[in-house]
């Protein structure tokens, strides 16, 4: 699939901090050192409605994540997937009655303007799970001949006996562990799993669905987890940076994937860290589409509502922390953006040097963003109060907002 297009990071004088972030793992922070390229997986979207706060703000995480180490003077490699075919998705087909590839066609290419307007940088691998069907075969089938899965009425499960890291990741108790895997897509309690918690790789054709040749596996259609698993593999391999996603993805879908890559390959850790961002609300219970309860960056769009202005919002907010979206969060960004573009559209001002070493140690503080925010809400201060000589200033200010925050003033 084709990604969409990448804004411009302008280069920073000197150079950023590595960056330290919470790793989900091991319940602390780690600090990051990658190689000259840093290698990072992000969990896409179900396309079977539009890209809501929800979504922006995780997505808004993980771009940070890439602007500290492009700062860092790192190229990045990101590889992110769409999850094309899946049951929620095709549960929405029929309830509008349309055909499931016209609605993630459309949902995805609404996703590539939204990410596109609020500046997130693009993934250079975005990939479909079907597109991603020939690849994950072969593992299914690698698992199944190495006894790390069973077949069950024709469906294939994943043992997670398996392997031996296996809830290291979210470091779960196994009754919690088997309330999020009822909830978020497993099957703990269908008769003749082996253990419970055993998610599937591959499902068997059910009638009225799509299915693809699975070869030895039979025609069927992939498991979630193994899908981000193929992709991850074939476009990162093992060790990678950071494994992203929302919190909603600790458990099952992370620590099955890591599991599941981790029994195909022998190795471990499948990532260095395991970043999750916290969950945005609205009216007091999780943004999801499943529930509707949803404000849309395209309808805010459509109101004329300024992207840059979108995404101020996001920074406001810690990414771990919950937090909800009201308009109030939206009218403090609207005006804070207007207080910025008049603080840098002067010819000169207070000297921006010691700011942008605030925003690179504010970021790489485990994206601490409202302090990055303050700094900046400090120089706009006493660019009104005071002014200043320095006839880079403004321009620095800039150039420093986009490159680290993605926010163009
Ligand atoms: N396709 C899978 C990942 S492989 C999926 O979870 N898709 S999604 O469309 O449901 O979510 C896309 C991303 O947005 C995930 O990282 C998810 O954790 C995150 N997300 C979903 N809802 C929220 C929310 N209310 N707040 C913050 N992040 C959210
Ligand atoms: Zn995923």
């Given at each position: 699939m084709h990604a969409w297009p990448a804004s411009e990071v302008p280069a920073l004088p000197g150079k950023g901090r590595d960056l330290r972030i919470h790793d989900t793992a091991t319940g602390g922070r780690v600090t990051l050192a990658p190689g000259p390229v840093a290698r990072i997986y992000v969990c896409g979207i179900t396309p079977y409605d539009a890209t809501h706060m929800g979504h922006a703000a995780t997505y808004n995480a993980f771009d940070l994540v890439q602007r500290v180490w492009l700062d860092t003077k790192r190229q990045v490699h990101y590889v992110q997937n769409v999850t094309d075919v899946d049951d929620p998705l095709l549960e929405r087909a029929i309830r509008d009655g349309i055909d499931w590839v016209g609605l993630a066609e459309r949902e995805t290419a609404l996703f590539r303007e939204d990410m596109t307007a609020l500046r997130m940088l693009p993934p250079q691998h975005y990939i479909g799970a079907v597109e991603a069907i020939p690849g994950i075969i072969p593992l299914v089938e690698q698992l199944r001949d190495s006894g790390a899965a069973y077949e069950l009425e024709g469906d294939i499960y994943f043992s997670?006996?398996?392997?031996?890291?296996?809830?290291?990741?979210?470091?779960?108790?196994t009754q919690l562990m088997r309330h999020l895997s009822a909830e978020r897509g497993?099957?703990?309690?269908?008769?003749?799993?082996?253990?419970?918690l055993d998610p599937m790789l591959w499902m068997a054709a059910r009638e009225g669905e799509p299915s693809w040749?699975?070869?030895?596996?039979?025609p069927g259609r992939p498991g979630w987890h193994i899908e981000c698993v193929a992709i991850a593999l074939d476009h990162l391999g093992m060790g990678f940076d950071v494994q992203g996603?929302?919190?909603?993805?600790?458990?099952p879908h992370h620590e099955m994937g890591a599991s599941h890559a981790q029994t195909l390959t022998?190795?471990?850790?499948?990532?260095k860290a395991y970043v999750h961002a916290g969950m945005v609300a609205l009216h007091g219970e999780k943004m999801s589409k499943s529930k509707g309860n949803l404000v849309f960056v395209s309808r805010l769009r459509r109101d004329g509502v300024d992207p840059a202005a979108i995404r101020l919002a996001l920074l406001?907010?810690?990414?771990r922390d919950d937090w909800e979206w009201t308009d109030q969060v939206l009218e403090t960004a609207v005006e804070r953006l207007g207080r910025w573009r008049a603080a840098v559209s002067r010819p000169d001002g207070p000297s921006a040097d010691a700011l942008v070493e605030e925003l690179r140690e504010a970021l790489s503080d485990d994206l601490d963003t409202p302090t990055a925010l303050a700094a900046v809400d400090r120089w706009a201060e006493l660019q009104t109060a005071e002014g200043g000589t320095d006839e880079s200033a403004p321009g620095l200010v800039s150039r420093a907002v986009d490159a680290l925050l993605g926010v163009a003033l």
């Open positions: 997670v006996e398996a392997d031996p890291h296996f809830g290291q990741v979210s470091n779960y108790d497993g099957d703990p309690d269908r008769p003749g799993k082996k253990n419970p040749d699975g070869g030895s596996l039979g996603g929302g919190s909603d993805l600790i458990f022998g190795e471990f850790p499948m990532a406001s907010h810690r990414y």
